[in-house]
């Protein structure tokens, strides 16, 4: 059994409200320090039998949208 991590986040070209939220609530909150948020998600899959052009086809076609989202995963170790 293995444990792929992967994460989904907006293609940089899009607008990310959700992020542009969070960052404006953190200056507010006195992190000045933040200049820009972007946020996506983390699917984590247990796979047996692992194959990364499996995993790319689950990305592909249901985990990510690739018209306006990137993804990538990794094997947890």
């Known amino acids: 059994m293995v444990t792929v991590r992967v994460y989904v986040t907006l ?4 607008l990310d409200s959700a992020g542009r ?14 200049s820009n948020c972007r946020i996506g998600k983390l699917i984590e899959l247990q796979v047996e039998d692992y194959s990364e ?7 592909d076609k249901l985990l990510a ?3 306006i989202e990137s993804y990538r995963f990794e094997v947890a170790a």
Do not use: I, Q, W, Y
Not at 27 to 34: Q, T
């Open 65 to 67: 949208n690739p018209v």
């Open 53 to 59: 052009a499996r995993v790319k086809d689950m990305c």
């Open 11 to 14: 293609k940089p070209s899009l």
């Open 21 to 34: 939220t969070v960052a404006g609530s953190l200056k507010k909150l006195g992190f000045d320090e933040v």
